[in-house]
């Protein structure tokens, strides 16, 4: 079965400070990677999508590819409150439907 | 405006009802999607339409049935539910490319209470 782990969190940082997200895989043949952000009693939004190995940065958003050791990451540089939110990690193999990870609950606290 | 529109945003219904929650995407995808998701967990996928073809998450009720009138529109019906039926329900779209990305594209959801 095809597995997508993030750990729950709360994850709290200092406002101004770098968030860091996490994701596992367990499938080898993910092709496709994303990170949503969902703010509680709304839908997800994408945040950042990734493919190829290394770092991609968007504003204040890094993600991060391993696909050798199975991870990525997302990055959020000077952390605001209006960040706080449950960021989802979502992987796509071979299938064209990605897998949700359970979700990390982000507090920046002021 | 989000580009999948959801109706309605909210929805109480007793367990002998029979009510429809609707989404419509206007980005020419060609797939559609229904996920429910209840509080602190991810969403998860119920009914997935692609290419004229209904994919059921075999774990889903038939008390949930999904309609496809067209290709932008992915309806669900919903008849003799439980109350732990209540959940946020999501509806996305995707272009449906198996070869590179297949970004979702979420609407607004429909909360859904069940007395």
């Known amino acids: 079965q095809k597995e997508v782990e993030q750990n729950s969190g709360p994850l709290s940082v200092p406002e101004g400070a770098i968030a860091s997200l996490n994701c596992t895989y367990s499938?080898?043949?993910?092709?496709?990677f994303f990170w949503y952000r969902q703010y509680s009693g709304k839908s997800p939004e994408l945040i950042m999508s990734?493919?190829?190995?290394g770092d991609k940065e968007d504003g204040r958003f890094t993600a991060q590819l391993n696909k050798a050791s199975q991870y990525v990451s997302l990055l959020i540089r000077d952390s605001q409150p209006s960040d706080s939110a449950t960021y989802l990690c979502?992987?796509?193999?071979?299938?064209?439907?990605?897998?949700f990870g359970r979700g990390t609950s982000l507090i920046v606290h002021p | 405006d989000t580009e999948v529109t959801q109706t309605p945003k909210h929805l109480v219904m007793g367990m002998t009802n029979k009510k429809s929650l609707k989404c419509e995407q206007h980005?020419?995808?060609?797939?559609m999607y229904w996920y429910k998701q209840k509080a602190k967990k991810p969403p998860e996928l119920m009914f997935v339409?692609?290419?004229?073809?209904?994919?059921i998450n075999e774990s889903v009720p038939s008390r949930f049935s999904p309609e496809c009138p067209n290709s932008s529109l992915l309806n669900l019906h919903l008849h003799a539910l439980q109350p732990e039926d209540s959940a946020l329900y999501l509806c996305?779209?995707?272009?449906?490319?198996?070869?590179?990305?297949?970004?979702?594209?979420f609407g607004a959801g429909s909360r859904l209470t069940v007395l």
């Open positions: 990734i493919y190829s190995n």
């Open positions: 979502a992987v796509k193999g071979g299938s064209y439907i990605p897998t």
């Open positions: 996305a779209s995707s272009q449906d490319r198996v070869a590179g990305a297949n970004v979702l594209t």
């Open positions: 339409y692609s290419y004229e073809k209904l994919s």
């Open positions: 499938d080898r043949g993910s092709q496709s």
């Open positions: 980005m020419g995808h060609r797939a």
